[in-house]
């Protein structure tokens, strides 16, 4: 029989694991809040819907059909403070309430992308699992109550897991060629700050990798990479010739500040591998 998966949220990375999952001969349900994307949609998943978790009326019955699920939710307005509080709040609340009513008992397993950039400041030292997110910033603090959320569900017939990831690079987010435009210039973040990245190609493996090893708990999805903003221009910059970028040396007041070294031993441990070890390495075919 095969195997049926959600995604709910098919932005660029919600779209590639729902490409990813159908391509691995999975019948794929995608979800969209946006009426206007859902005939892209339909193009790339069986069932595509809309879906605005959160909202009253929402229909989620596409729920008891799954054995897999990946909730990769994100804002979309420009109005960080509340529509991060709707998505991360009221969203995955209502999500995760919908998906305890299922009438099913199949076993389903819950994939949550979250973000590495929880730990905050944590002065570039070497952090795992383990390590305390930092709550004293407001984001931070909202994104780890939704991961609580998710997480809430396990039981016999529910598994859940937490990916937190690093940055994005890949296709479409060319972070090397952004930092080297900035060749010479003057860039108003802290270049003494280390950063955790992730390419798009080892997310969708690490989303693949969690369902069918059925993971629970919480798990850092970042590369190999431990170098800081200065560190990582000046050797982009230095293989092609170019003048270094100029940062600053010291976070701005009210800025979110993330620096730390993230490990990601603990996947490692399980048995995956990277396909993009950093930044820094070419991409394998």
Not at 34 to 40: D, E, Y
Not at 67 to 92: K, N
Not at 193 to 208: C, E, K, P
Request: net charge negative; glycine share 10%; with cysteine.
């Amino acid at each position: 029989m095969t195997s049926r998966f959600g995604v709910v949220g098919c932005g660029y990375v919600g779209m590639g694991v729902a490409i990813n999952a159908r391509s691995r001969g999975l019948e794929v349900t995608g979800t969209t809040t946006s009426p206007s994307k859902l005939a892209q949609l339909c193009e790339f998943v069986d069932h595509p819907r809309i879906c605005r978790a959160g909202d009253p009326g929402t229909d989620y019955s596409f729920i008891d059909q799954l054995d897999g699920l990946l909730i990769s939710m994100a804002p979309t307005t420009e109005d960080e403070a509340s529509s991060y509080g709707s998505v991360f709040g009221e969203g995955v609340q209502s999500l995760v309430e919908a998906i305890g009513r299922r009438s099913s008992r199949t076993p389903l397993h819950i994939t949550y992308l979250s973000s590495a950039g929880v730990y905050g400041d944590k002065a570039g030292q070497t952090i795992n699992e383990l390590s305390p997110p930092d709550l004293t910033d407001a984001t931070n603090a909202l994104l780890v109550r939704a991961e609580t959320t998710v997480l809430s569900l396990n039981s016999a017939s529910t598994q859940a897991c937490v990916l937190r990831l690093g940055g994005i690079y890949g296709p479409g987010k060319d972070i090397p060629g952004y930092i080297r435009s900035a060749s010479g210039q003057q860039v108003p973040k802290n270049g003494n700050n280390v950063n955790a990245w992730i390419h798009f190609l080892d997310i969708l493996r690490g989303v693949s990798f969690a369902y069918e090893r059925r993971l629970q708990g919480i798990y850092n999805l970042v590369d190999d990479m431990q170098l800081s903003r200065r560190e990582l221009s000046n050797e982009l910059c230095d293989a092609e010739g170019l003048a270094p970028v100029i940062w600053e040396n010291h976070n701005r007041d009210g800025a979110r500040v993330f620096n730390a070294r993230v490990s990601n031993a603990r996947l490692k441990n399980l048995g995956f591998s990277l396909k993009v070890n950093s930044m820094l390495d070419p991409v394998p075919a």
